[in-house]
């Protein structure tokens, strides 16, 4: 796949601005407010030392060097955090030129939850916490394919969810928001060949798009069109009920129902 060329970096450009909106945050609160927490902060620090730690919404942060990552986790499921339920990140690259990093931890047998969080420059690697927790598997794949964050040490760094030869990376916040202009031909170009690009069509790259005119894919809004008619033909009213009414229902037909102005 040829390598797409970007254009205007859309995290610069302000879709919508109000000069009297404030942006609510989330109150931080200290981790000695809360026991379960101090106890817990207290014996992580005898295996990493973390940069900053504090709670918010009722889940304990912790952050820490990207070079610590492996180790800190270790920690935590040592002090009792046995279930990984999630790993990602979050691209900065405009603003800081990396990403912040997160993984989301559940401790079962102290019903508490935390969050782990580094920031990894860009071009920058990470090691694998999947020997820690075997759930990091296919999250570190995923974290690859979709931002590009390369993971030192996993048994199959490999693309999970894009094609082996799929330029880029979806979730970067340049990655253009319908796609490589290349990219509404790969699946053509891949299972028929490009000989059929008349024949099939571009594939469309938003699925939230509905055309009104389109009579072969979509019903027209409102009414109902034979698939495949003209936009122009006359459109078809839409009935309540099957032609041939439901048993023991007297057949209702749009021509002659009211609407009430007010209720009675």
């Not at 070079?67 to 935590?76: F, P, R, V």
Request: aromatic share 12%; net charge negative.
């Amino acid at each position: 796949m040829r390598q797409f060329t970007p254009k205007d970096n859309v995290q610069k450009k302000a879709y919508f601005t109000d000069r009297f909106r404030i942006q609510p945050s989330i109150p931080k609160h200290k981790v000695e407010t809360n026991e379960t927490f101090q106890k817990q902060l207290e014996a992580l620090k005898a295996y990493v030392e973390p940069l900053d730690t504090y709670i918010e919404a009722n889940q304990w942060v912790i952050w820490i060097k990207p070079e610590e990552n492996k180790q800190t986790l270790e920690a935590m499921k040592a002090i009792g955090y046995e279930n990984l339920s999630e790993l990602s990140a979050v691209d900065f690259i405009a603003q800081k030129q990396g990403f912040e990093v997160f993984y989301q931890l559940l401790s079962m047998c102290h019903h508490t939850r935390a969050r782990v969080k580094c920031f990894v420059p860009q071009n920058e690697t990470l090691q694998s916490v999947e020997s820690v927790y075997k759930s990091a598997n296919w999250a570190e794949r995923e974290m690859y394919d979709m931002f590009g964050i390369l993971i030192e040490n996993h048994p199959y760094m490999k693309r999970i969810l894009m094609p082996d030869d799929w330029h880029g990376h979806p979730l970067l916040k340049t990655y253009p928001l319908l796609g490589d202009e290349a990219a509404q031909w790969y699946e053509i170009d891949t299972l028929f060949g490009k000989e059929y690009r008349d024949v099939v069509g571009p594939e469309q790259r938003d699925p939230a798009r509905v055309d009104l005119e389109d009579t072969t894919n979509f019903v027209r809004i409102r009414h109902e069109v034979p698939k495949g008619a003209s936009y122009a033909n006359t459109p078809i009213e839409q009935e309540y009920q099957e032609e041939e009414g439901v048993f023991g229902v007297k057949k209702v037909r749009k021509a002659q129902t009211k609407t009430l102005k007010e209720r009675r």
